[in-house]
């Protein structure tokens, strides 16, 4: 086995990094987009490399060995068979969602989300011109600080003769939740109730921390999952979001057809042979290797993020995580809002967080933290939140 070390990362500062160059100076300690600041698995660059060599980089056929690549990986990491037929490619999983919301719905239709959710969804719906609603996540004990469904107002907003869609995060982001089998198993017979169509975003799914263990919504019963969509890319997994390389799954003929109608109508059908080559190489056993190490460092910095609000800022509460790589934290202790609080960390503390009012009214005072990135580093990005919310609470 190889062992890979994930206590160091290359200085990304005059890449063109989103995260890293768009901070107003060098100083910034950067923990607000998702993306990591570890280098991808070493086997990806090597395929990359050997692509690059070639010097043509014309248009992208999608070979068979890609869709196999999918459908083993899912089968033998969780459980899930998918048919090479079930999978449309597209550039990314928020074209896919918009294009899947414009393939299934009319301008004025109800589309159900759960805040705090990723903000793109916001956008994806608004696009598209439809309603959105939340059937807002609950933390019912302020000591276990655990995201939880409330299923009687889920059901009362499915029930809407205008609602078509709900669209599940899963593992949830920033909520930190990884549903489990009888949430998913509640949700998806609400939805078949009520007639309304779940649509997956599980771009997090092999982000599980510690024991957890992630469940595909695709892989309930034939009943329960026919005719949902789900969204996934190793983009998050692997570091390669830049790659722009995204699968929907889809079982329905039907659906699957309408979905694909939509993917050319917004232009997103044509991926880059670079996203290709880098997903098969991902989806192999070194990369599932690699990835299980990535895992247990994560995990680890979880760990120690709890430490240091537990000794340093008690005040302010983690949510409790079960995956993703972002630290949810709740600062309604302060007189500021999350925007405010953003806005100082940055401006006299040179640390970047994301502020959780852009990912709905239920993140007003919370905070978004990335924790992929070295521990050192962390670390002092964490001290620098500390001296700031310190200052803030004078």
Known sequence: MTNYSFSTAPNRCGTNSYKWDNAPSDDVIPLWVADMDFQT???????LQRRVAHGIFGYTRVPDSYYEAVCQWFGKHHGWTINKSDIIYTTGVVPAISAVIKALTLPGDQVIVQGPVYNCFYSCIRNNGCEMVSNSLVIYDKEDMHYDIDFDDLERKLSHER?????????????????????????????????????????????????????????????????????CSPSKAFNIAGLQIANIVCRDADVRERIGRAININEVCDVNPFGVEALQMAYSDGGAEWLAQLRQYISSNYDKLLDFFNKHLPQIPVVRMEGTYLAWVDCSALNY????????????????????????????????????????????????????IEAMAR
Request: glycine share 8%; net charge negative; hydrophobic share 35%.
């Open 41 to 47: 698995y070493p086997g990806i660059t090597e395929a």
């Open 163 to 231: 609602a078509r869609l709900f669209i599940l995060c899963n593992p949830h982001n920033p909520g930190g939740r990884v549903w489990t089998r009888h949430e998913l198993t509640r949700i998806a017979e609400l939805c078949r109730k009520h007639n309304v169509r779940v649509v997956s975003d599980e771009i997090h799914c092999e982000f599980t921390l510690h024991n957890n263990r992630y469940t595909p919504f695709g892989s309930l019963p034939d009943e329960l999952s026919y005719g949902s969509i789900t969204c």
């Open 337 to 388: 809002t999350s925007e405010e609080i953003e806005e100082r960390l940055l401006k006299e503390h040179n640390v970047w967080v994301n502020a959780g009012c852009m990912y709905g009214k239920e993140g007003e005072h919370f905070l978004r933290i990335n924790m992929a990135c070295p521990w050192e580093r962390l670390e002092e990005g964490l001290r620098r939140i500390a001296a700031g």
